[in-house]
């Protein structure tokens, strides 16, 4: 007395209507681990990021005149760019520029040598983060969230601003 019968069809619709546990991945874990003085960064490094061994040094222009010392960005295996100053390893300082605009990362990448025979090194590459004024090189603006190869004597401009960034190693020539 006071059951009843019920089709397996209509089991199947009652369970379905009942919350299921679910055990996926909700982001939370690597959002936790991923914060910067209490800010969520835009940006997870990727598994081939390397530090670099070549001493690359960023030069700062402003208007065409050097502004101060060069930045020496090959400690880290990544820089990030932008306005907040909380956690931008270089701050950019223009409202033009977001607060995590771009990153420069350095990572293992195979390249052709000279006698065609492949091989390991690590190269820095520049990715915008979705900034809304733009990341450049060569005044060339970037797709966001792509990584750009930088090479020897580059120059990087973030949004508006009037600084330039040259991009030079210890052995660059004049």
């Known amino acids: 007395e006071g059951t009843q019968k019920v089709s397996f069809t209509e089991a199947f619709e009652i369970l379905k209507k009942i919350e299921q546990p679910n055990f996926g991945l909700s982001g939370k874990l690597a959002e936790e681990t991923n914060k910067v003085n209490g800010v969520v960064l835009n940006y997870n490094e990727p598994p081939e990021a390397r530090p670099s061994k070549t001493r690359w040094r960023l030069y700062m222009f402003k ?63 520049l990715m915008d983060l979705g900034s809304t004024n733009g990341t450049f090189i060569n005044g060339d603006r970037l797709d966001p969230q792509r990584y750009y190869e930088l090479l020897e004597k580059d120059l990087v401009k973030f949004g508006n601003s009037s600084r330039d960034f040259i991009l030079l190693h210890d052995k660059s020539g004049n």
């Not at 270089?90 to 052709?112: F, G, M, N, W």
């Not at 065609?116 to 690590?122: D, H, I, S």
């Open 63 to 125: 208007k065409g005149e050097p502004m101060e010392d060069p930045l020496y960005i090959h400690r880290n295996s990544w820089y990030l760019f932008g306005r907040d100053r909380k956690i931008a390893d270089i701050p950019t300082d223009h409202p033009s520029c977001s607060k995590q605009h771009a990153v420069l990362q350095y990572r293992l990448v195979e390249k052709e040598g000279e006698d065609g025979m492949m091989y390991e090194t690590v190269r820095p590459y």
